[in-house]
T-cell receptor, first 112, second 114 residues
Framework: DQQVKQNSPSLSVQEGRISILNCDYT??????FLWYKKYPAEGPTFLIS?????DKNEDGRFTVFLNKSAKHLSLHIVPSQPGDSAVYFC???????????FGTGTSLTVIP | DVKVTQSSRYLVKRTGEKVFLECVQD?????MFWYRQDPGLGLRLIYF???????EKGDIPEGYSVSREKKERFSLILESASTNQTSMYLC?????????????FGPGTRLTVT
């Protein structure tokens, strides 16, 4: 069973506008939530994370929001830049299982 | 900078062959992971290792084995390659101290089994 779902395989946004990437998870026991970014021919790189005890974490242009009641995670990129074009994976982590679960990814294209 | 390297970027093997995928990290990380990435399925965990000589099955271990004889090296072994193991394989490592939730990934090995 898929523990983490990203229902939008792709997203296109104009440069300078906001990009919103969404992620849903199934298990309320997860402790940490993360976003990774992947360029073609490279491995994913860590972008931003949030603990289950918080509802927002901001790092420059990137903000992650966590809605625990809805089991929903989102990543906001403001303003979007062409260099942000990549595949974004959300991931969840459980301290008890010591295991990460990844979503299926959303391919973001930022149009200049 | 943490560096995770994988022995090959592209590999083509025949059905039934034994395949070795090697991963090396240079930052003395305790944990190492092997994932495969497939379209529409995201990254799925095959095996992980807490430390030297330790291993745990992930979500899809069937058809695979692993070896961790040294801390910096984690090998994934396909005992008898099959066409359904054609995939992108990604290795990752992470440190326990500091930010334990961040994994560092290698560039991936695209394996084709014919």
């Amino acid at each position: 069973d898929q523990q983490v779902k990203q229902n939008s395989p792709s997203l296109s946004v104009q440069e300078g506008r906001i990009s919103i990437l969404n992620c849903d998870y199934t298990n309320s026991m997860f402790d940490y939530f993360l976003w990774y970014k992947k360029y073609p021919a490279e491995g994913p790189t860590f972008l931003i994370s949030i603990s289950s005890i918080k509802d927002k974490n901001e790092d420059g242009r990137f903000t992650v929001f966590l809605n625990k009641s809805a089991k929903h995670l989102s990543l906001h990129i403001v303003p979007s830049q062409p260099g942000d074009s990549a595949v974004y994976f959300c991931a969840v982590y459980s301290n008890t299982g010591n295991q990460f679960y990844f979503g299926t990814g959303t391919s973001l294209t930022v149009i200049p | 900078d943490v560096k995770v390297t994988q022995s090959s970027r592209y590999l083509v093997k025949r059905t039934g062959e034994k395949v070795f995928l090697e991963c090396v990290q240079d930052m003395d990380h305790e944990n190492m992971f092997w994932y495969r990435q497939d379209p529409g399925l995201g990254l799925r965990l095959i095996y992980f290792s807490y430390d030297v000589k330790m291993k745990e099955k992930g979500d899809i271990p069937e058809g695979y084995s692993v070896s961790r004889e040294k801390k910096e090296r984690f090998s994934l072994i396909l005992e008898s390659a099959s066409t359904n193991q054609t995939s992108m394989y990604l290795c990752a490592s992470r440190v326990i101290a500091g930010n334990p939730y961040e994994q560092y990934f290698g560039p991936g090995t695209r394996l084709t089994v014919t």
